[in-house]
């Protein structure tokens, strides 16, 4: 498997456990000691209890992700444009995000920075 | 202007001056002891005169960028994805690029770095 194809692999194991609830598949995409900055600016979290206690409180919102553009990877770094949809707000809305994953050796998710602000947020024109 | 626009015309500014071929109006736009990375990997460059001739040599490649996503803002850092089409290497082809801009406190671009790999060139279907 290419490089690419296992970049890819992450990104879309990362969307498609999140859309369906799997919390531990998302925690086990991330090394022991990994940090999480959603959004970027905020304190980092760091380790997976408490990067899995993040996720409990994202998959409470019923959230489903799609990738909207390619996974780019560089020197064992991805950077990957997707749309977060929920519901949880009462109406229907979407956040358009990029993440920063930087890989360790093994392959596991180091560092992940989440970029979106309040000006990415739209509400959803209809059903998908 | 809001903290978006300021970035999305930071952006706009960065695409439409190297899809012009203007040199100075590129290198207008970071710090003086800016630093540019791309693809992230290289070793980076650092101060106006080594990025005004990094953008030299692109530049004579008669690219064309365009976005192909929104600008996400977050904490001073940009990071947005863009298309760069080309025809310099006899075909015309384009890249699928995502770049990250860290802005100092003046809004100038301290920072940039590029995420792009070979597996992210395509060659160009059609005409545009």
Redo the contacts between chains.
Sequence with gaps: M???AKAEQIVDSYLCCLSEGDLEGVVALYADDATVED???SEPITGRAAIAEFYRGALAMGIKLRR???V??????????FVCASEAMGAPMEI???D?FVLNAEGKVQSMR????E??IRPMAAEA
Tied chains: 1, 2.
């Design positions: 290419t490089d690419q959004p970027v600016g909207s553009g390619a780019r990877l560089a020197a064992g770094e991805i950077v990957f444009p358009e995000i990029i920063h989440a970029f979106w602000s000006a990415n």
